[in-house]
């Protein structure tokens, strides 16, 4: 089955700088990668996801990137601002490849500090 | 857009006892997923929630401790059973949903549970 990574596990950065969040999967078959946004005591919300045929997407401040051939993606949050802060969550899915059941990287823990 | 909610939000239970929660989509999707979040830890499949059929457990959990319904298109129950202070967690619901035309997987408020 799929088997996700994530790195780092905590990040601090001054707000207007840029965070890096990066993670790898084992499936060669995954074709969908979403990024997940979880505030404190809320629920997981999709923030952006890219499907691989594309190697990158961008939605204002966020972009992703994906390398299917190292299977490797990473989350690129520019101007960071202290709501920016919370934990984000890779997901990758398994089996075939549909968007319905996701393996969950660790978590990494963003604080944006004032 | 569309709306997925959990009852209860919050419990706190004896050991040896059983909690159901009950999850609600506001529209009728095929799969529906049950996910267990430890305190300060990452999301953890649990099981699929298959209309008409069992559900399908992930490795490490099985029927008997996490019973699961699923008894129409918008709504699922899990049990969590013969609960000891290990199961407490945030159980959350999820299922595909179309957004911006795309199915994107949404997830419920989840319920927190205490077991003492």
């Known amino acids: 089955g799929e088997n996700v990574e994530q790195h780092p596990s905590t990040l601090s950065v001054q707000e207007g700088d840029s965070a890096v969040i990066k993670c790898t999967y084992s499936?060669?078959?995954?074709?969908?990668f979403p990024w997940y946004k979880q505030e404190l005591g809320k629920r997981p919300q999709l923030i952006i996801d890219?499907?691989?045929?594309?190697g990158e997407k961008k939605d204002q401040r966020i972009a992703v990137t994906l390398n299917k051939t190292a299977k490797h993606f990473s989350l690129h949050i520019t101007e960071t601002q202290p709501e920016d802060s919370a934990v984000y969550f890779c997901?990758?899915?398994?089996?075939?490849?549909?968007?319905?059941?996701?393996?969950f990287g660790q978590g990494t823990t963003l604080q944006v500090k004032p | 857009s569309a709306v997925i909610s959990q009852k209860p939000s919050r419990d706190i239970c004896q050991r040896g006892t059983s909690l159901t929660i009950q999850c609600q989509v506001d529209?009728?999707?095929?799969?529906m997923f049950w996910y267990r979040q430890q305190p300060g830890q990452s999301l953890t499949l649990i099981a699929t929630?298959?209309?008409?059929?069992?559900?399908?457990?992930e490795s490490g959990f099985v029927i008997d401790k996490f019973p699961i319904s699923r008894p129409n298109l918008t709504f699922s129950t899990l049990t969590v059973s013969n609960m000891s202070p290990e199961d407490s967690s945030i159980y959350l619901c999820?299922?595909?949903?179309?957004?911006?035309?795309?199915?994107?997987?949404?997830f419920g408020p989840g319920t927190r549970l205490t077991v003492l």
């Open positions: 929630a298959n209309q008409g059929s069992e559900a399908t457990y």
């Open positions: 499936d060669s078959a995954s074709n969908y």
């Open positions: 890219i499907r691989s045929n594309v």
């Open positions: 997901a990758a899915p398994t089996g075939s490849g549909n968007t319905g059941k996701l393996i």
């Open positions: 529209s009728q999707v095929t799969m």
């Open positions: 999820s299922a595909p949903l179309l957004a911006g035309g795309r199915n994107e997987q949404f």
